[in-house]
């Protein structure tokens, strides 16, 4: 039997570890005062696609219903979570979830995600309890530290908002810039702009680097009000982040967001050894305004698979094996009992004993059950 590409069954070590992952998520998020949620791995494709989220369909599982609506596979939590809090009471919320998302466009179809909602929270407490939640569970699991980048929405759309581009053309500009194709961007630009405000774009491309960064650009862009303040913001936030002890920050002022729906500060974590993406999130107050409310939304996910693949497998459970048989099968059950803390497998005979630490027999000596040692 065969399964669609993408599927794939998942055994052993690399299930324990994904659930090793999970659990102390679930541990991380519960001392930290969130709130579990979840919602159905089955929702209207309207619900990702419309003007306010405008995620595209052909990235969906997708069918249509009886019905003929178009129903998906769940592509992306934030948006299934905001639709399931929007008929609740507004006060400060913090929801923790975990499970998969499914992308078509993607090798693996499906993803497993966990991660944390944070709304009408003051912005900063919300950005930086993100990362710290982050900072905290990747230390929990023995991931350590990892580099934090952080970008905001509004430098780039500021400077593209003068240009009048065609939806078509803003979707190649905000591509090329992602991609750091400097002479695209600079090529798409000029075509709708001035020289100058081409390159002033271009540059914007090679606007990251160490935190540090900031204080040049506080002088290059010292005209622009609205950016510096944006430039103070991520200041503060990567100052809460050092005192915390965070390992190395970087910026990327230049990031233009990889989710329609980012509207401000965007954040993602990049692991040490691998240079491997283990969070990404960020704040998206106008997803909301789909339910005609303003608030303020922050949140994260970070990657299940990239993170249970760094979990050191540490069997610290002493593995006993007890041998039975049908006849003595419910006194092993009694003996399980008298090993608190260890791993007990009854078996019918010890195959692989260089499995265990200690391997029982119970034998019947005189009409009685004896537990041997072997
Ligand atoms: N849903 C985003 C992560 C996120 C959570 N909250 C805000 N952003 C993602 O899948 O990348």
């Given at each position: 039997m065969f399964l669609p590409a993408g599927s794939k069954d998942e055994m052993g070590i690399s299930l324990n570890n994904r659930f090793h992952v999970m659990e102390k998520f679930r541990k991380v998020t519960t001392l930290r005062g969130y709130k579990p949620i979840s919602t159905p791995v089955i929702e209207y494709a309207s619900t990702f696609t419309n003007e306010f989220i405008d995620m595209k369909l052909q990235d969906m599982m997708k069918w249509f219903n009886g019905e003929g609506e178009i129903e998906v596979?769940?592509?992306?939590w934030t948006t299934a979570i905001a639709r399931a809090l929007s008929?609740?009471?507004?006060k400060p919320q913090k929801w923790a979830y975990q499970g998969s998302i499914f992308k078509r466009n993607m090798p693996g179809v499906e993803y497993h995600q966990i991660g944390v909602e944070i709304i009408h929270h003051p912005e900063l407490m919300g950005e930086s309890e993100c990362l710290l939640m982050a900072q905290a569970f990747l230390k929990e699991i023995g991931v350590g530290t990892c580099v934090i980048e952080l970008g905001h929405t509004e430098i780039y759309e500021s400077l593209v908002?003068?240009?009048?581009?065609?939806k078509a053309d803003a979707e190649r500009l905000r591509l090329a810039m992602h991609d750091k194709k400097k002479d695209e961007v600079y090529q798409i630009a000029i075509a709708r702009s001035n020289k100058e405000k081409a390159e002033e774009l271009a540059s914007l491309v090679d606007a990251f680097g160490p935190i540090e960064i900031i204080a040049e650009y506080e002088e290059k862009w010292k005209e622009r009000e609205n950016v510096l303040g944006t430039l103070r913001h991520i200041k503060k936030l990567a100052e809460i982040l050092k005192q915390s002890g965070s390992g190395e920050i970087l910026v990327d002022l230049g990031r233009v967001k990889n989710?329609?729906?980012?509207s401000g500060l965007m954040f993602r974590g990049f692991l040490q050894n691998s240079g491997a993406v283990c969070f990404s999130g960020g704040r998206y107050d106008r997803l909301y305004e789909q339910f005609g409310e303003s608030i303020s939304a922050v949140g994260v996910a970070l990657d299940v698979e990239v993170l249970a693949a760094q979990v050191?497998?540490?069997?610290?459970l002493e593995k006993v094996c007890i041998i039975a048989n049908e006849e003595s099968l419910a006194f092993a059950e009694e003996v399980r009992k008298s090993f608190e803390n260890c791993i007990v497998d009854v078996q019918s005979e010890a195959e692989n004993a260089n499995d265990y630490n200690k391997v029982y027999e119970i034998k019947k000596l005189n009409g009685k059950f004896e537990v041997i040692e072997r």
């Open positions: 596979l769940r592509p992306d008929n609740l009471e507004k908002a003068e240009m009048q581009l065609s989710l329609p729906y980012y050191k497998e540490s069997d610290t």
